[in-house]
């Protein structure tokens, strides 16, 4: 991931830096800093706009997976019209409904239970390289960088909420 690259391309940039005599603190280019960071934030909406992308292909896989359903029934539905005149046909065409509902109902909950893992593992993701970004950011810029960390808090918060929507 680009993100990561500029990532460690700012830890360098820190690495780098010169310490004021008798302080922790560094001096660092602020141009080349703001330009790294400048990057990190065009690259950031990339991840999220992947997660949303998760998301709203969740959606359709649902609702693709309900129509299927909804056809699969009514489908079973008119075989059971169709073979109403026998007794034991009737009988044969209702099992069958009621395993082919079944079926679907089996495969729209693993559809869903699927597309609800990848989105989780996606978010997760996402919120891991967040939170370790933010650790790092916190380590290496201090107060600095408090609006970026306020942030991103705001987008692990976002993220964690639609983690929880999926569940």
Do not use: C
Request: aromatic share 2%; net charge negative.
């Amino acid at each position: 991931m680009e993100i990561f690259t500029l990532l460690e391309t700012l830890e360098d940039l820190l690495e780098r830096s010169r310490n004021l005599p008798f302080s922790s603190k560094s001096i660092v280019d602020k141009d080349e800093m703001l330009d790294l960071i400048k990057e990190i934030r065009i690259k950031l909406p990339d991840e999220l706009k992947q997660a949303k992308w998760v998301k709203e292909e969740r959606q359709r896989i649902l609702v693709e997976a309900q129509k299927e359903a909804d056809g699969i029934v009514k489908e079973a539905e008119n075989r059971i019209i169709a073979m109403i005149d026998e007794h034991e046909i009737t009988r044969k065409a209702y099992d069958q409904k009621t395993e082919i509902i079944e079926t679907a109902n089996e495969m729209s909950r693993e559809i869903s239970k699927g597309t609800k893992e990848y989105a989780d593992s996606i978010l997760g993701n996402t919120e891991s390289v967040l939170h370790e970004t933010l650790s790092k950011l916190e380590n290496n810029m201090g107060e600095a960088l408090k609006l970026m960390e306020i942030s991103l808090e705001d987008t692990i918060k976002t993220i964690q909420n639609s983690r929880k929507e999926l569940k």
